[in-house]
């Protein structure tokens, strides 16, 4: 499988203040992304609870299919959001709150039914809760 680092990948997830939500972005163009390969959006620290993911795409190849999951050290994905496209893509995706219990992990974009062009603007919603 491809593996693709979105510019955010080497960005620094702020852990601040206990409880209070804070944002992570990443915006990626999408060049025909095929189904064997995904962009690797985040590492994420350790004691990072998500509670949401905001979307906000255009260009996008309708009739596809984009995956979210996090990919563990342990070598299994947690699959958060299957988002199915149109032309643009925007609102918020709110998750069953998922902290992150080791660290490494990294917050992954796949997809699913061809290759996928267009804008893509993801927006990780998280608190910090520790470990």
Sequence with gaps: MKEINAPSMHDRIYQGALGNESIAESVVTLDNLMEDEQ???FEL???MRINALQICGSGLSAGKML???IQSPSLFDIQLLSLPLTETVSGVYPLVPL???EQGGTLVLKV???PV???LSVLVRYSV???
Excluded: K, M, V
Aim: hydrophobic share 35%; charged share 5%.
């Design 39 to 41: 962009i690797r959006l």
């Design 129 to 131: 809760i520790g470990y």
């Design 112 to 114: 699913a039914g061809g």
């Design 67 to 69: 995956t979210f999951a």
């Design 99 to 101: 902290t992150t219990s």
């Design 45 to 47: 620290p350790l004691g």
């Design 117 to 119: 062009s267009g804008t």
